[in-house]
């Protein structure tokens, strides 16, 4: 019976601790770390409200799609690959990474004459948010006071999945400069989280327990149904202005959970426990103003873009909380409103129909419950190719760098991703 109870204890304690050793458990995985689609865009850094050219206009700005005369088939893949080095007691780091390729975009633009200059209808699937990243933790627990302190820790955490928006548009010219559009947006997607902790009493401070393990796993699928509205203004020849607002979403989420521990003791007696269990709720996503600028040089060829981001994450809200000892003013609490920023230039090198990219990508991170240096910025590269006025390829490369620091844990982050993407136009 004392060792039944002291399991008990060992569970809840475990609950709260380790899971706010590892970052990822108290931040919402579904707010925030945009992922990025097309390789065109991203090699720019994601700069595309004032152009929004090519198919994934969709996701970036609906307007801009009247722009495209010919029909676009448009497929896109990317290839993430995150590396991390986490430091928890020490000086010595835990290296882990994890790669991953999906699908990023997929679809058609299809055009109409009209008498202002022309309209297009457009659908397709756009994957904007990414979850395939890890962490592992290795050393003593440096707290004091509790029933871990001192103890070997050796703890995985893995996150897999994403979002994507299936999505129909439509833009049209209301006058011969300026474009307006919009597209209503089915969001899809799925997270599974999975936290192995184990801790080991390696130099006997506890009397009784020898070693402990503690399994964690989170299975989450996500729907829910948006929209967004664009215009895009040529105010000359050589510059347009783009603005979007992204409507609040409800993402509903569907979750299962299932939690394990297992307790050594130190005279070879084994106890253990299982809880499992769903839950059902909401997360209401808060309205994303956007606007940008593109700059055309040189006869075009020379493209200047810049763009930014508004969202006011304090907020989002859970209906109902997913857990009791969430609060009503969660968000309020621990996320702010984020700017993200978004610069590129694209240069046509004549006579090849080739083209050249160079961005600058900064996705501010809006949870607030820990330190972060060099924020989340992504320096970008990309090149594309033009085959008989008709078939496009491009590729673009994004590496980003950043650190967070919590409780007793600091996190060194290294982003490495790559998109190729492959436009017809006919």
């Not at 999906?102 to 756009?126: E, M, T």
């Not at 592992?136 to 999945?161: H, K, R, Y």
Request: with cysteine; net charge negative.
């Amino acid at each position: 019976m004392k060792r039944a109870v002291y399991l008990t204890f060992i569970c809840l304690f475990a609950t709260v601790f380790f899971t706010t050793i590892s970052t990822a458990q108290m931040e919402e995985m579904a707010i925030g770390n945009t992922f990025g689609v097309g390789a065109r865009t991203m090699g720019m850094g994601g700069a595309s409200l004032g152009l929004a050219d090519d198919f994934t206009a969709l996701y970036w700005n609906p307007a801009g799609m009247a722009q495209i005369q010919k029909f676009e088939m448009f497929s896109s893949l990317s290839h993430n690959r995150a590396n991390a080095d986490t430091y928890f007691s020490g000086d010595v780091a835990t290296g882990t990474s994890r790669s991953q390729m999906r699908l990023n975009s997929i679809g058609f633009v299809y055009p109409f004459l009209a008498r202002q200059g022309g309209w297009a209808i457009a659908f397709g699937y756009n994957r904007p948010q990414n979850f395939d990243y890890q962490t592992a933790i290795q050393g003593i627990d440096p707290s004091s006071g509790t029933e871990f302190s001192g103890l070997a820790v050796n703890e995985t955490d893995v996150n897999t999945g994403g979002i994507g928006i299936w999505s129909f548009g439509t833009s049209v010219y209301v006058s011969k400069h300026i474009l307006i559009g919009g597209s209503l947006d089915f969001w899809h997607g799925n997270s599974l989280n999975e936290l192995d902790t184990t801790a080991t009493d390696i130099v006997d401070i506890d009397r009784e327990l020898a070693r402990f393990r503690y399994d964690d796993e989170i299975d989450r699928e996500y729907s829910g149904v948006g929209g967004r509205i664009g215009l895009l203004a040529h105010l000359t020849d050589e510059i347009s202005l783009g603005v979007t607002v992204v409507s609040p979403v409800e993402l509903g989420v569907d979750e299962l959970w299932y939690q394990s521990t297992i307790a050594d003791y130190d005279d070879g007696e084994r106890t253990s426990d299982t809880e499992n269990g769903a839950l059902t709720y909401d997360i209401e996503r808060p309205y994303e103003i956007g606007t940008g600028i593109a700059v055309k040089l040189f006869n075009k060829q020379l493209i200047l873009a810049g763009d930014v981001q508004l969202t006011d994450w304090t907020q989002t809200r859970y209906d109902p909380a997913p857990a009791a000892d969430i609060s009503q003013d969660n968000f309020e609490k621990f996320y702010a409103t984020t700017l993200q920023v978004r610069l590129g230039a694209e240069y046509r090198i004549p006579g090849i129909g080739t083209h050249i990219r160079l961005g600058y990508f900064r996705d501010t991170i809006p949870f607030t419950d820990a330190e972060v240096a060099d924020a989340r910025d992504f320096l970008t590269a990309g090149v594309g190719k033009i085959f008989e006025d008709s078939l496009k390829f491009d590729v673009a490369y994004m590496l980003g760098t950043w650190q967070r620091s919590q409780n007793e844990l600091t996190t060194e982050r290294l982003t490495h991703r790559v998109f190729v993407s492959a436009a017809y136009r006919f």
